[in-house]
């Protein structure tokens, strides 16, 4: 990467999400009313599955995006409820695809849908949940916000395919991997904070704005996940440690490391990314090498990056209570261990 890793502003203490869920707190408890009734069906198997990962807890970082967004563009109306519940249902059905794709066994610590209830039901329902989103798109009757919304989830499907045949592709570089995320994961942040600009009616200024922080936003907070994965224990994750590295998913901590060894140490990657080497103690080798070439912090230090770029692309926003708390946001993204 060419670009000039620009540290974030100093804070005197430890940066929160605290802030971004104060605000969004009413406006969450609308959204998740929404989620609630929309997930419900007369199949019961729906309404199991989905509530079984809807329940487990998360962030919901996308739809407080959305309500965030509305508030830094001073919106006061209630159509960004169903959006923010529609950007969710869209994450969620991703998270499901993905378990199936990936084999998981754990998501926010709990056993993955996929164990439990098996994979064709697992897909349907995620499948369901995209439907789901696209009624509430449709109901809301912006062309607009139907467009940025399908336009993301076109974008993450190619992403994940794109992931897919990269995985245990040792010369997988850099630039392919920003590419990656910029399109699994940052696309639909970019399209949760962008939709905001367009209920509240403002310009293109505005929507390029929001755009930009959440795309940067995205690329952090999926930079630190991926960091995660080697320095963080699987109650930390919510999912096991070394899943990516036993998945052959080639992130910017093994491909700095692979780029950063000597022969024998990348002949360990060569093999261990097929999947010839995926025991624990393989895993533990892979760990010490991302530590020795100082991997996971270089990971962290362009994480920082674009979260600075997400904050600078909300400057022209005058200050209130939900620019301050976006700012932290981002500054929380790349300091968060969990």
Known sequence: MSAEIVPLR???????LAPMMALTASGMNAVNS????????EIPLIPALAGHLIAGGGKRMRPMLTLAGA???DYHGTRHHKLA??????HTATLLHDDVVDGSELRRGKAAANLIFGNPATVLVGDFLFTRSFELMVEDGSLRVLKILSNASSIISEGEV???TAARQIETSEEHYLKIIGAKTAALFAAATRIAAVVAEKGDAEERALDSYGRNLGVAFQLVDDA?????DAGEMGKGKGDDFREGKMTLPVILAYARGDEAERAFWRQAIVGHRTSDEDLAHAVSLIAQHDAV????????HYAQRAIDAIAGFPPSEAHAAMVEAAQFAVTRRT
Request: glycine content about 0%.
């Open 228 to 232: 995660m994965d080697y320095d963080s």
């Open 71 to 73: 508030a830094l563009c």
């Open 85 to 90: 519940a529609a950007v969710e249902f869209i």
């Open 297 to 304: 912090s270089a990971t962290r230090e362009r994480a920082r």
């Open 162 to 164: 794109d992931q897919l």
């Open 10 to 16: 100093p804070r005197d203490s430890a940066p929160s």
């Open 34 to 41: 929404v989620i609630l009734e929309r997930m419900q069906s």
